[in-house]
Protein backbone atom coordinates (compact mmCIF):
# COMPACT_ATOMS: atom_id res chain seq x y z
CA UNK A 1 0.00 0.00 0.00
CA UNK A 2 1.51 3.29 -0.61
CA UNK A 3 1.82 6.25 2.00
CA UNK A 4 3.73 9.57 1.27
CA UNK A 5 4.45 11.42 4.22
CA UNK A 6 6.37 14.72 4.05
CA UNK A 7 7.97 16.31 6.58
CA UNK A 8 8.73 19.82 6.21
CA UNK A 9 10.89 22.98 8.17
CA UNK A 10 13.67 25.12 8.19
CA UNK A 11 17.40 24.43 8.15
CA UNK A 12 18.74 22.48 11.03
CA UNK A 13 14.73 21.94 12.46
CA UNK A 14 15.76 17.98 12.63
CA UNK A 15 13.72 17.38 9.26
CA UNK A 16 16.05 14.52 8.27
CA UNK A 17 16.51 12.69 11.37
CA UNK A 18 12.99 12.41 12.50
CA UNK A 19 12.76 10.84 8.67
CA UNK A 20 15.71 8.24 8.97
CA UNK A 21 14.15 7.63 12.67
CA UNK A 22 10.44 7.49 11.10
CA UNK A 23 11.79 5.14 8.47
CA UNK A 24 13.66 2.71 10.91
CA UNK A 25 10.51 2.71 13.50
CA UNK A 26 8.76 1.02 9.91
CA UNK A 27 11.05 -0.93 8.14
CA UNK A 28 14.81 -2.83 9.74
CA UNK A 29 16.05 -1.89 5.85
CA UNK A 30 15.07 1.62 5.02
CA UNK A 31 16.15 3.42 1.64
CA UNK A 32 17.99 6.35 1.72
CA UNK A 33 17.36 8.18 -1.93
CA UNK A 34 19.91 11.61 -1.47
CA UNK A 35 19.01 14.02 -4.44
CA UNK A 36 22.02 16.30 -3.84
CA UNK A 37 24.44 17.11 -6.48
CA UNK A 38 27.88 17.02 -4.61
CA UNK A 39 29.51 20.33 -5.84
CA UNK A 40 33.07 20.04 -3.75
CA UNK A 41 35.23 18.47 -1.34
CA UNK A 42 33.51 19.81 1.78
CA UNK A 43 29.96 18.76 0.77
CA UNK A 44 31.40 15.48 -0.32
CA UNK A 45 32.63 15.16 3.16
CA UNK A 46 29.39 15.78 4.67
CA UNK A 47 27.56 13.45 2.48
CA UNK A 48 30.08 10.76 3.92
CA UNK A 49 29.36 11.71 7.17
CA UNK A 50 25.71 11.49 6.93
CA UNK A 51 26.05 8.10 5.10
CA UNK A 52 28.37 6.55 8.00
CA UNK A 53 25.23 8.22 10.98
CA UNK A 54 23.04 6.14 9.16
CA UNK A 55 24.67 2.46 8.94
CA UNK A 56 24.67 -0.58 6.93
CA UNK A 57 21.14 -1.33 7.40
CA UNK A 58 20.20 1.70 4.73
CA UNK A 59 20.44 1.37 1.20
CA UNK A 60 22.20 4.72 0.13
CA UNK A 61 21.21 5.54 -3.48
CA UNK A 62 22.15 9.09 -5.03
CA UNK A 63 19.60 10.16 -7.53
CA UNK A 64 19.96 14.14 -8.52
CA UNK A 65 16.61 13.53 -10.69
CA UNK A 66 15.02 10.61 -12.12
CA UNK A 67 13.34 8.99 -8.92
CA UNK A 68 11.13 7.08 -10.52
CA UNK A 69 14.11 4.68 -12.19
CA UNK A 70 14.27 2.50 -8.93
CA UNK A 71 12.29 0.18 -7.86
CA UNK A 72 11.64 0.53 -4.04
CA UNK A 73 8.25 -1.72 -4.14
CA UNK A 74 6.84 -2.04 -0.56
CA UNK A 75 10.04 -0.68 0.82
CA UNK A 76 10.61 2.29 2.88
CA UNK A 77 12.64 4.96 1.18
CA UNK A 78 13.29 8.62 2.76
CA UNK A 79 13.71 10.95 -0.24
CA UNK A 80 16.45 13.83 0.94
CA UNK A 81 15.56 16.59 -0.15
CA UNK A 82 13.13 18.05 -2.15
CA UNK A 83 14.93 21.31 -1.94
CA UNK A 84 17.64 19.67 -3.55
CA UNK A 85 15.90 17.99 -6.32
CA UNK A 86 14.22 21.05 -7.36
CA UNK A 87 17.54 22.36 -7.55
CA UNK A 88 18.50 20.17 -9.94
CA UNK A 89 15.79 21.13 -12.31
CA UNK A 90 15.96 24.81 -11.45
CA UNK A 91 19.40 24.64 -12.56
CA UNK A 92 19.55 22.18 -15.13
CA UNK A 93 23.13 21.59 -16.01
CA UNK A 94 22.71 19.73 -18.78
CA UNK A 95 20.26 22.26 -20.45
CA UNK A 96 23.14 24.58 -22.13
CA UNK A 97 22.26 28.37 -22.36
CA UNK A 98 18.88 28.04 -21.78
CA UNK A 99 17.79 27.05 -18.33
CA UNK A 100 14.03 26.04 -18.11
CA UNK A 101 11.61 28.80 -16.76
CA UNK A 102 10.00 28.05 -13.17
CA UNK A 103 6.65 26.73 -14.98
CA UNK A 104 8.77 24.21 -16.82
CA UNK A 105 11.06 22.79 -14.13
CA UNK A 106 7.22 22.56 -12.34
CA UNK A 107 6.11 20.59 -14.36
CA UNK A 108 8.96 18.34 -15.34
CA UNK A 109 9.31 17.70 -11.68
CA UNK A 110 5.29 16.81 -10.57
CA UNK A 111 5.19 14.61 -13.37
CA UNK A 112 8.47 12.69 -12.41
CA UNK A 113 7.13 12.85 -8.83
CA UNK A 114 3.62 10.79 -10.13
CA UNK A 115 5.80 8.49 -11.63
CA UNK A 116 7.98 7.94 -8.75
CA UNK A 117 5.21 7.57 -6.24
CA UNK A 118 2.60 5.44 -7.99
CA UNK A 119 4.88 2.53 -6.90
CA UNK A 120 3.25 0.75 -3.68
CA UNK A 121 6.15 1.85 -1.24
CA UNK A 122 6.13 4.25 1.76
CA UNK A 123 7.44 7.38 0.22
CA UNK A 124 9.20 9.86 3.30
CA UNK A 125 9.81 13.47 1.51
CA UNK A 126 12.08 15.83 3.31
CA UNK A 127 12.14 19.58 2.34
CA UNK A 128 12.68 23.05 3.29
CA UNK A 129 10.24 25.76 4.06
CA UNK A 130 12.32 28.51 2.42
CA UNK A 131 9.77 31.34 2.28
CA UNK A 132 9.13 31.90 5.58
CA UNK A 133 11.61 34.61 5.66
CA UNK A 134 11.95 37.69 4.03
CA UNK A 135 11.50 38.22 0.06
CA UNK A 136 15.10 38.00 -1.12
CA UNK A 137 15.90 41.32 -3.13
CA UNK A 138 17.41 38.15 -5.81
CA UNK A 139 15.58 37.81 -8.85
CA UNK A 140 16.67 33.87 -9.11
CA UNK A 141 16.17 33.75 -5.28
CA UNK A 142 12.78 34.92 -5.40
CA UNK A 143 11.87 32.44 -8.86
CA UNK A 144 13.02 29.48 -6.82
CA UNK A 145 11.57 30.72 -3.46
CA UNK A 146 8.38 30.29 -5.76
CA UNK A 147 9.48 26.78 -7.41
CA UNK A 148 9.74 25.29 -4.07
CA UNK A 149 6.75 26.82 -2.37
CA UNK A 150 4.60 25.44 -5.00
CA UNK A 151 5.90 22.12 -5.24
CA UNK A 152 5.82 21.64 -1.43
CA UNK A 153 2.29 22.67 -1.58
CA UNK A 154 1.81 19.79 -4.39
CA UNK A 155 3.63 17.55 -2.48
CA UNK A 156 1.68 17.69 0.57
CA UNK A 157 -1.79 17.97 -1.11
CA UNK A 158 -0.99 13.92 -2.17
CA UNK A 159 1.14 13.57 1.14
CA UNK A 160 -1.30 11.05 3.64
CA UNK A 161 0.83 12.96 6.46
CA UNK A 162 2.53 16.60 6.55
CA UNK A 163 4.95 17.22 9.44
CA UNK A 164 6.52 20.52 10.39
CA UNK A 165 9.73 20.19 12.54
CA UNK A 166 10.04 23.31 14.87
CA UNK A 167 13.20 23.08 16.67
CA UNK A 168 13.39 19.54 16.53
CA UNK A 169 9.78 18.84 17.71
CA UNK A 170 7.37 17.95 14.95
CA UNK A 171 4.07 19.48 14.69
CA UNK A 172 1.78 17.30 12.93
CA UNK A 173 -0.20 19.68 9.80
CA UNK A 174 -2.07 16.86 8.03
CA UNK A 175 -2.70 12.99 9.22
CA UNK A 176 -1.31 10.70 11.97
CA UNK A 177 -3.36 8.92 14.02
CA UNK A 178 -6.71 10.08 15.79
CA UNK A 179 -4.82 11.80 18.04
CA UNK A 180 -2.86 13.79 15.49
CA UNK A 181 0.32 11.62 16.12
CA UNK A 182 2.59 9.92 13.89
CA UNK A 183 4.20 6.37 15.11
CA UNK A 184 7.45 8.18 15.76
CA UNK A 185 5.77 10.18 18.90
CA UNK A 186 5.76 6.89 20.75
CA UNK A 187 9.32 6.41 20.68
Not at 47 to 59: A, F, I, L, S, Y
Not at 161 to 170: A, K, T
Not at 177 to 187: E, M, P, R
Request: include cysteine.
Amino acid sequence: MRKIILITGGQRSGKSVYAERLALSLSPSPVYIATAHVWDDEFAARVERHKQRRGPQWTNIEEEKRLSRHNIYNKVAVIDCVTLWCTNFFFDRDAGERQPTVDEALAEIKEEFDRFVSQDATFIFVTNEIGSGEVSGNAVQRRFTDLQGWMNQYVAARADEVVLMVCGIPVHVKGGDAAGKSVLDTL
